[in-house]
């Protein structure tokens, strides 16, 4: 025990030194602008984010990196977005703060719970009430019908419906005997599978209904006995690409702009082509905090943040974000295969598996690898959805990284 507070000392007073040095190079790109609130707000961020650490080291005997690893996304995020705009620096200043608090409290309500695996219904039946208040009073932003609006605050449903959707695949593989009376109870799942696409697709959320889809894929080919649904999976899901592609006006677009977007460089490619300039000009060390011009990308802030991050703080700088995710995903995957609870390992691999995703689709859009969506930046991107239900997810794979009680176990075999 006393081996692991050392090794874990270490990258937390790491931390603490990155924090620091993170705060003055923003103080050093708003020294004509700095007051009281921006000095209050960095210092707030620094003390919040290690006394979380120190917090999580104490209740948690589970794998404690997967925390100090998003803080660090976190904070490559917040210094982009102040200096995009300081006001919207200082409310995802909030967002963080508030997202915390919500990894803590869905880590403490997970624990406690110990029922999670026999919820198939309340999951599928919730996620549809969901969609439905979603498509019925939903706003159309960005050619998607998936904002629900109070006044100035809006949020995404499916963004809380993503989590509900992997403890249904759980619940359902985890029960699976109970379901299969007829031999059929993988043909069912897709079918629940597609219902869940099928709203995202109502709601013109293409970025979100590829998410899903790939989440099920994976989680079907570890645990899917009856290998044909595999195939019957990946068919379904090509036919819906291409009706999708005739059927939807901002799908024919995003697929062109991926094409050929030097075409339409001065319209609907615009915005692909400056995200390709402002990486391309940043190089490998980037142009300096506030020397460079992500403020010509439309949407920078969410969708964009990363070319915006390439621009002014290098390639390397977008390389190292990438290995970040990838060691996030890599532990994720390591929590998954230690964890004896069947539940829990299948919600481990789920929530891994989105969050390595969602970072390719959106990170592979912004560079034309892949057509675009309008996915964000798990931890980084702008918005108070994205955050909170990222930390929700987060939460649950701290859970998901402690060795559950044997008697657990011993009811999942």
């Known amino acids: 025990m006393f081996k692991k507070l050392i090794s874990y000392r270490v990258p937390r007073n790491l931390l603490v030194l990155i924090d620091v040095i993170a705060l003055l190079l923003l103080f050093a790109y708003s020294t004509d602008e700095l007051d009281k609130f921006t000095l209050i707000t960095g210092i707030v961020l620094i003390f919040i984010i290690y006394v979380s650490n120190f917090i999580l080291l104490k209740i948690s005997s589970g794998d404690h990196y997967i925390f100090l690893i998003v803080t660090m996304l976190l904070k490559l995020g917040i210094i982009m977005i102040y200096r995009l705009n300081s006001k919207l620096g200082a409310r995802q200043v909030v967002w963080v703060s508030g997202g915390i608090l919500t990894f803590f409290i869905s880590y403490i ?80 799942l897709l079918i629940a599978v597609y219902i869940f696409i099928g709203f995202l697709f109502l709601q013109k959320d293409l970025g979100g209904a590829l998410l899903f889809y790939l989440i099920f894929l994976v989680i079907q080919y570890v645990y899917e006995k009856d290998r044909k649904l595999i195939l019957y999976n990946i068919l379904l899901a090509s036919i819906g690409a291409i009706v999708s592609y005739f059927i939807f006006d901002h799908v024919k677009i995003r697929v062109e702009t991926w094409i050929d977007p030097w075409r339409y460089v001065d319209n609907k490619g615009y915005q692909i082509t400056q995200s390709l300039f402002a990486i391309a000009n940043g190089g490998f060390f980037g142009t300096g905090i506030g020397l460079g011009h992500p403020d010509f990308i439309p949407e920078v802030h969410t969708d964009f943040i990363f070319p915006a991050i390439c621009e002014e703080m290098g390639i390397f700088t977008g390389i190292a974000i990438m290995m970040l995710f990838l060691i996030l995903v890599y532990r994720g995957f390591k929590i998954a295969l230690s964890q004896s609870d069947k539940f829990f390992r299948i919600v481990a691999f789920g929530i891994s598996a989105m969050f390595g995703f969602q970072t390719f689709i959106i990170f592979g859009g912004v560079i034309k690898m892949i057509p675009l969506t309008g996915i964000t930046v798990p931890f980084i991107s702008y918005g108070g959805s994205s955050i909170i239900s990222s930390f929700i997810a987060l939460g649950i794979l701290q859970v998901a990284s402690e060795e559950l009680p044997m008697e657990e176990v011993e009811e999942h075999e």
Do not use: C, H, M
């Not at 997970?110 to 979603?134: M, P, Q």
């Open 109 to 188: 309500i997970v624990k406690k719970i110990k029922k999670w695996d026999r919820l198939t219904l309340f999951y599928g039946v919730g996620s549809i009430v969901l969609f439905l208040i979603t498509l019925v009073f939903g706003k159309t932003i960005g050619g998607a019908r998936n904002w629900i609006k109070f006044g100035n605050f809006g949020f995404q449903p499916s963004e809380i419906i993503k989590i509900a959707f992997i403890f249904f695949i759980a619940s359902f593989y985890t029960n699976e005997e109970k379901f299969n009376k007829n031999g059929k109870s993988g043909y069912r």
